[in-house]
């Protein structure tokens, strides 16, 4: 929820500290940094030092950066507070990692559908208790409800998640952790910041260059560890890397949605365009997706038990893509977005959760939670692209002759997302496993 929970209230925060909008942008930017850095480096923590332990310490840090976002007097304690927040990302991968070690065959798919379908749900939720908020009460309440669901969840947690076994007692590999962070911190701040300081400018080119120095050389640092953050053999297997690569297209392909959608749905009626929707009403509009993500989590299980992960994996892009043409069709009319917007939540509920499934399953029992963090980044980093081409394209492209966005730039966005849905059906071709129930391989 908190992922998406503060986009309506983004032009409130502009208003309140006098800041621009790409700035305010960094209200997002600074989770999702935060959060793609900290999934793997605490989920490796977790294989390590027992991941119930580290569970209620990533909590404990939300609790205390929602608290401190809420009595944020002004912009900067606010993105402390949300610096905080995102270290919330890794109870994702935390979450998998008990249940793998908790449970088996078709009850642990089942859990790992709840948990995908859940993640899905809260992000589309979150859009509209983020507008009746904010209508019925202030920003500081966004903050308040995150500090409370953070608590309740830390006791649930407490009192009722059983312990893990410690894994193997080593020494902490700072060298790759220092690596993974720079590496994955000048990735995303260039991906964020492109359109603002442009593709080809020396700082965003900097950046991608450190980023691909950082993450060569963590590679090979970490091939000649013992005991390494990231184990990249495991990592490297194809089955893996294509679980891996199919989160990176889950990940893009709704954000252009959540940026897409709320501009189309709130543009004035009279302009033949947009349907002059306020926050709300576009929240109601697109929570009928956010609860067929849930469902489609739900539904998973079952199907990769009835046809193996494969044919489910390959279902999965293949609806996305069917619901992202029926979008890009008639973005016009309400009807046909919605019910179509709702197809593609569908799709990404299920591919949530058979990407969850290769993921446990094919990595080993005492390196899931690590395993897990890493796909959560490259899921962050598909959400992260997302934001800045969706930009472009409703800037750039088939504008009016007074420079304004037309139903054109909106369906050429949603055909992208369509073709994305395309590419991430072949990808899952690729796909060489004998996983047809979920059967773990050995340790």
């Known amino acids: 929820m908190m992922q998406t929970l503060l986009v309506p209230a983004l032009g409130t925060f502009m208003e309140e500290f006098g800041i621009d909008a790409s700035t305010a942008g960094w209200i997002l930017t600074a989770y999702l940094l935060v959060g793609a850095v900290a999934a793997p480096i605490l ?32 912009f900067a304690f606010l993105l402390l507070g949300r610096v905080l927040q995102g270290v919330s990302t890794a109870t994702f991968p935390l979450a998998l990692a008990i249940v793998r070690r908790h449970t088996t065959g078709a009850t642990q798919r089942a859990y790992f559908g709840w948990l995908s379908g859940t993640l899905g749900l809260g992000a589309g939720v979150a859009l509209v208790i983020g507008g009746l908020v904010l209508e019925a009460l202030s920003w500081q309440w966004l903050f308040a409800i995150g500090a ?67 993450l060569i050389a963590l590679v090979r640092v970490e091939l000649r560890l013992e005991a390494p953050l990231l184990d990249v053999r495991t990592l490297a297997r194809p089955a893996l890397a294509i679980a891996n690569g199919l989160s990176l297209v889950l990940g893009f392909i709704p954000y252009l949605f959540y940026i897409g959608l709320p501009v189309l749905l709130q543009a004035p009626s009279a302009s033949g365009v947009g349907q002059g929707f306020t926050v709300t009403q576009t929240g109601l509009a697109l929570l ?156």
């Open 148 to 214: 409370l669901m953070g608590g309740a969840a830390l006791l649930l947690v407490f009192f009722f998640v059983p312990a893990s076994s410690k894994g193997k007692p080593t020494r902490t590999d700072w060298a790759g952790t220092a690596l993974l962070v720079l590496g994955l911190v000048s990735l995303l701040l260039g991906i964020s910041q492109g359109g603002r300081w442009g593709w080809t400018s020396p700082a965003v080119l900097g950046l991608f260059a450190l980023a691909v120095a950082s």
């Open 288 to 443: 009928p997706s956010a609860l067929l993500v849930f469902l489609g989590g739900r539904f998973a299980p079952l199907l990769i038990q009835r046809i193996g992960s494969k044919p489910t994996a390959f279902m999965a892009l293949a609806i996305m893509a069917a619901g992202s043409i029926g979008v890009a069709i008639a973005p016009g009319s309400l009807v046909m977005v919605v019910v179509f917007f709702s197809i593609v939540g569908l799709g990404n509920g299920i591919g949530f959760a058979v990407c969850a499934d290769l993921v446990a399953t094919l990595s080993p029992r005492n390196e899931v939670a690590a395993a897990m963090g890493v796909n959560g980044v490259v899921r962050t980093v598909g959400s992260a692209l997302g934001t800045p081409i969706a930009t472009v394209i409703l800037t750039t492209v088939a504008l009016s002759d007074s420079g304004s966005t037309t139903l054109v730039s909106f369906s050429t966005l949603f055909f992208m997302a369509a073709a994305m849905g395309v590419v991430g059906a072949l990808l899952t071709l690729g796909l060489r496993i004998g996983v047809r129930t979920g059967a773990a391989p050995r340790d």
């Open 43 to 74: 989920g490796s923590f977790g294989d390590r030092y027992g991941h119930r332990k580290i569970l209620l310490a990533t909590l404990a840090i939300f609790v205390i950066g929602s608290i401190t976002a809420a009595a944020a007097g002004n």
